[in-house]
């Protein structure tokens, strides 16, 4: 049990749609950062959070951005999705000696 | 340049044998992270051990032990006497920096496959 839980487990979606992501973190975890992982990649970083602020951001355009609330949740938003924007998305949580991944949503742009 | 790589993409063995997965990286900062994740089919990262550049203990839980070498730069994991419940994919991270906000990025390798066969 990793404490941190992603809304929702699948998606489709049509291309030119917006989307958005959830994910709870655990409590007292105020990093939160966001990944991309398409079929048989790696997680690639999309960006992090800490403390409501975004304070790093990998190579994803403009489209892709989020949020982060005090309540130890995050969303993650994707404007004018693209076919390429299949993947799964994989939120994480950071404490002091672990970094716990949420199960991921699937998203499917069709 | 940060950069993650395990260079074994497939690796199969017959259950209660001993494997290691390899893991190479590359970095300019003194103070780092390293972790590293099991991936099954169901799509979690499950997280199995997070390491600091400063702590080159080797370390040893379970079945799973991990070797951290700085002067070779590797961070390698051995499963010893496999089940197939180890059939996963497994990688390798990075992350630079320590301290609070500045651990959430985390560079990855392209992963290894891991099939444990009956």
């Known amino acids: 049990e990793t404490g941190v839980t992603q809304s929702p487990t699948h998606l489709i979606k049509t291309r030119g749609q917006q989307v958005t992501l959830r994910c709870s973190s655990q409590?007292?975890?105020?990093?939160v950062s966001w990944y991309q992982q398409a079929l048989g990649q790696g997680p690639q970083f999309i960006f992090q959070y800490y403390r409501e602020e975004e304070n790093g951001r990998g190579n994803f355009p403009p489209r892709f951005s989020g949020l982060q609330f005090p309540n130890y949740s995050s969303e993650l938003n994707v404007n004018a999705l693209e076919l390429d924007d299949s993947a799964l998305y994989l939120c994480?949580?950071?404490?002091?000696?672990?970094?716990?991944f949420g199960q991921g949503t699937r998203l499917t742009v069709v | 340049a940060q950069k993650v790589t395990q260079a074994q993409t497939e690796i199969s063995v017959v259950e209660k044998e001993d494997v290691t997965l390899d893991c190479v990286y590359e970095?300019?900062?003194?103070?780092?992270?390293l972790f590293w994740y099991k991936q099954p089919p169901s799509g979690e990262l499950v997280f199995l051990i997070r390491r600091n550049s400063f702590d080159e203990q080797n370390e040893i839980s379970g079945r799973y032990s991990w070797n951290f070498q700085k002067s070779t730069s590797s961070f390698n994991f051995t499963i010893t006497a496999s089940q197939v419940v180890d059939s996963a994919v497994y990688f390798c991270?990075?992350?630079?920096?320590?301290?609070?906000?500045?651990?959430?990025?985390?560079?990855f390798g392209q992963g290894t496959t891991l099939q444990v066969k009956p």
């Open positions: 994480a949580s950071f404490g002091r000696t672990e970094a716990f």
């Open positions: 970095t300019r900062d003194t103070t780092y992270y």
């Open positions: 991270a990075l992350s630079e920096g320590l301290g609070s906000g500045n651990t959430g990025k985390l560079i």
């Open positions: 409590s007292g975890h105020n990093t």
